[in-house]
């Protein structure tokens, strides 16, 4: 059975940046579209960022262009969210997610606050 592990999650003052990792196992990682999530208190789950399996192709939200990156290292079976310039309103519980057709796995996340 499938398995993703987040970490990196902190209380970071706004402008600050922070990484977040992902560890896959239990699955052959490198064939999976591998995504960012995030939920804030009181919101929706939303998209944040994915990436292909080779890492080739990337996509982000509207809000997060431009201050995040999404990488994937598929030897160590671990996808990367590099976030900078946060703000208070990064602020959420950050889930990992892969998917291959009907294959799905969701991590357990890491929570993110974004305050002074």
């Known amino acids: 059975q499938g398995q993703l592990v987040e970490s990196g999650g902190n209380l970071v003052q706004p402008g600050g940046s922070l990484r977040l990792s992902c560890a896959g196992s239990?699955?052959?990682?490198?064939?999976?579209?591998m995504m960012w999530y995030r939920q804030a208190p009181g919101k929706e789950r939303e998209l944040v960022a994915g990436?292909?399996?080779?890492?080739?192709?990337?996509n982000y939200a509207d809000s997060v262009k431009g201050r995040f990156t999404i990488s994937r290292d598929n030897a160590k079976t671990t996808v990367y969210l590099q976030m900078n310039s946060l703000k208070p309103e990064d602020t959420a519980i950050y889930y990992c997610?892969?998917?291959?057709?009907?294959?799905?796995?969701w991590g357990q996340g890491t929570q993110v606050t974004v305050s002074s």
């Open positions: 239990g699955f052959t990682f490198s064939r999976y579209v």
């Open positions: 997610n892969a998917v291959r057709g009907a294959s799905n796995y």
């Open positions: 990436i292909s399996t080779a890492g080739l192709s990337t």
